[in-house]
């Protein structure tokens, strides 16, 4: 595959303008090479996420390694390093907890929901609620018609998707669509067995002991916590005191426990894992800018799209920078071989390309630049938030609540 295509500024700007989509799949292995665990996310009730797919005509057992959800947190992440390490310019709002050192501050490249986030909603900006204040306005009344509010203060919302469903009118409020989305998945897939011991070296014997008035423990059956029956009694292996024996649980053909029907989360292993990433460009084409008047612009329109294009191929190359996506623990996945971004035309020609983070970085700052000159700027400083009272309360109360402190 020859990848001597050069993506540059006015090469991405044509793309924007009529191209069907970017698209990356990246081959990844385990670190630990062939044949060696991963560990899938869980999710309710402790499971996996399995489910079948479709391959070259085939029915491939298949599990979830990183959700489309999880890999824009983790693009935005991304940005949000690069953005410190002063590698792109990009708005930026933060509440800012000063009262919880190991905090900080929360940014919109960090709240599950961006700028609409219930932490910005109960917020103040110069002691007006954030929603009520200009640039709460200005992204509560963006459409797809009228998307300037959302690009000037939190363009990731356009490009990573966004449902402003925590404000007045919950379910009807701002909804932007993904414009870039990206999941890495598991292919042919085998469920492991899950094993568990510990040896205790006080050598501690599973005997009774009871509970005290503050939930603690005692030996003294004259200071425990009394109950209907007398004495609150528990045991050392509830307090992860005594052996636990080694224990071994195996899958079924449902993926759960063949002796006690609950889910087996032994790790799997698996024929092959892809991180497969999309940008939707009629998505992007969907969005208009018109200037302040509300008078159609093409020009601003085409400007802020490139933006919005250049902003996601930035993510996902300082993502892929890293070497490795390390998802969790014992899920270290490296990439297997180079693998090529995919420019594919309206006509689904595709035409292959390479882009490192510098390049990305470079492209993005040339469409930044643009979009300036066509009147799209940007804050050059981040709008700091103040946590209302009340959401200060309710933090120190559920730390209180949870023993985590400060």
């Not at 993506?7 to 970017?22: C, E, F, K, P, S």
Request: with cysteine; hydrophobic share 40%.
């Amino acid at each position: 595959m020859s990848t001597d295509f050069i993506l540059t500024l006015d090469r991405l700007q044509a793309a924007v303008a009529g191209a069907a989509a970017i698209r990356l799949r990246q081959a990844l292995e385990p670190a630990g090479g062939p044949g060696s665990k991963v560990f899938p996310p869980t999710h309710e009730g402790g499971q996996y996420a399995w489910e079948t797919r479709r391959v070259d005509g085939q029915d491939v057992r298949c599990v979830l390694l990183d959700s489309v959800q999880s890999q824009a947190n983790r693009c935005e992440l991304a940005l949000l390093d690069a953005l410190r390490d002063g590698r792109l310019r990009l708005p930026l709002i933060e509440a800012r907890f000063a009262e919880f050192s190991n905090l900080g501050a929360v940014s919109t490249l960090e709240a599950p929901h961006r700028i609409a986030d219930a932490i910005f909603r109960d917020s103040t900006l110069d002691g007006v609620p954030f929603r009520d204040s200009v640039i709460g306005q200005a992204f509560i009344e963006s459409t797809i018609r009228d998307a300037n509010g959302l690009f000037r203060w939190c363009p990731t919302a356009l490009v990573f998707g966004m449902w402003d469903s925590t404000g007045s009118v919950g379910g009807l409020g701002t909804k932007f669509a993904r414009a870039l989305s990206a999941e890495i998945i598991g292919y042919g897939a085998q469920a492991g067995v899950h094993t568990s011991s510990r040896i205790d070296p006080l050598g501690i014997k599973n005997i009774e002991i009871y509970v005290t008035p503050d939930e603690d423990w005692t030996t003294d059956a004259g200071a425990a916590k009394q109950g209907k029956s007398g004495p609150e009694k528990t045991k050392p292996s509830a307090l992860n005191h005594s052996n636990i024996p080694p224990t071994l649980s195996v899958a079924d053909d449902n993926y759960t426990s063949v002796k006690k029907g609950e889910p087996i989360r032994g790790g799997v292993t698996l024929d092959r894992a892809e991180l497969c990433a999309v940008l939707s460009l009629p998505g992007l084409r969907k969005l208009r800018f018109p200037r302040a008047d509300g008078t159609p612009d093409a020009a601003r329109n085409a400007a802020a799209r490139t933006v919005l294009a250049a902003l996601a191929l930035a993510a996902l190359a300082l993502q892929r920078e890293q070497g490795g996506l390390d998802l969790r623990s014992r899920c270290l996945l490296i990439p297997a071989g180079l693998a090529a971004y995919e420019l594919i035309a309206a006509d689904g020609s595709v035409t292959p390309f390479t882009l490192d983070a510098e390049a990305a970085c470079a492209l993005f700052e040339a469409a930044r630049l643009a979009a300036e000159a066509a009147g799209l700027e940007w804050p050059s400083q981040p709008v700091v938030l103040e946590p209302q009272p009340k959401l200060i309360a309710l933090v120190r109360r559920s730390r209180a609540a949870t023993g985590t402190g400060d």
